[in-house]
């Protein structure tokens, strides 16, 4: 990575210096969007495209983002990746298209392999040229293999997709991601596909986009389906000192208020589910939903506590077993649940999250396209039977960002994005004001951020973006940085 002339860190602008409060500018500054291109989306992996979009041999995909193209291509041997730029005059071999619509340019070259469309050069899907029309009229140097080959590009897979990095010095992706992906990897993020994939423009910095999925403060006000204190009363239900953080298991173990039953706790939990599956789709499948509904009667302990615990396993239990029954290849949830526990949203520096629940997720992207704007990318991912007959979307479905077509929850977080890029213009607003304890995650990788553009090694980026796994809801931490 580039350092400045006398070995030193770069100046960072608007650096991070109270982790408590962001400067502002950092969310529409021209000259930090440009560092951000320079210093920080060549050094990192980006989640370039999903497996299923290229399944065959000769299967390609075009990823583009901050100006650099690149093709994912199947091989024989695995997937590869090369910079999409002919070795002749730079024309891009295949697409073009770049992501200001979403498009996704894709096909298969297994027979053809790629051809310039400027002046016919060619080459196969493992980046070699196999044709320089008019060779006779370059110099010897000018066809040497180094020079006619496409240019490779760093790709590894993980968590099925593809992930590309422009930066050889960098540690591996799973490395640099920790601990979290192999507790990812334990709930079977490898065997998700693609059920259906949205995608929209907002006018936004491609930060604020993310941070609205970064922590759970919100819900109560921009979700209120989703709030427990808005639902039923269940708030009524505990007893005062108990609390509403954590998960449904949590609750699950806190004290309840004398005359609260069994039936109305699981009811309560059971239609708090069923929101989330409709204001979420892939977070919490329909599949699993029905699981739950015909567990709604089971016999369970009278102690509402106990019988929320009791009632999660079983629901956990059944969702594992009909699921198996059809195919689809299951983790054991209960199991994973313990040794590999995750939280209900994980967030993947710099630009991917997953929301796991139960044995389906959903799942964001987020590409810059100007200080001001960018292309967010939404997917419901489930599994399906082994032998299934299953063809994936093969490129976003493109909404206007308040399009009634997406579903309930990301909806109501494009109503706010939006108009919180217009009032971080307002005179005397110079920074976000974080909680410690529950914002955390948002001061946390703008502190990695910084660390990119100031040029800090890749070791000590690495284990900072470890501490990122787990972090929703979570506090502001010392990385080190």
Known sequence: MLKSADGGLRAVPFPIDD???IPVRRYFDEEFYKLELEHLWPHVWQMACRLEQIPD?????EYSNAGRAVLVVRTSSGVKAFHNACRHRGVPIAGGYGNDEGKVASGNCAHTGFICPF??????IDGENTLVYGKHIFSERQLDPDDVNLVPCRVETWAGCAWINHDND???VRETLGPVADRLDAHGIGDLKMEWWYGTVLPANWKIA?????????????HPQLSVARRDALHDMYEADSGLEGTSADRSRKNFRDGVTTRQVIDAQFRGMEELSIGMAGMVHPKEIEVM???LDAELPEDPGLATATWFGMVQKKIVDELRAKGEPIPDLNKVAVSDPVNAVEFLFPHWFVLPVFSSMSSYRIRPLGPESCLFEIWSLTMYPEDADYSPPLEPTMLPFDSALFPPIPRQDYSNIPIQQKGLHATGFEFMRLSTTTEGLISNYHQIIDGYLAGRPQEQLATAIHELGGNFDGPIKELGL
């Open 170 to 172: 960098a540690p591996p």
């Open 210 to 222: 993310m941070e609205a999925f970064m922590e759970g403060y919100h819900v109560m006000t921009t």
């Open 293 to 295: 509904r015909s567990l």
């Open 57 to 61: 041999v000769g299967d390609w995909v």
């Open 119 to 124: 002046h016919g050069w060619r080459w196969n």
């Open 19 to 21: 982790p408590e409060r």
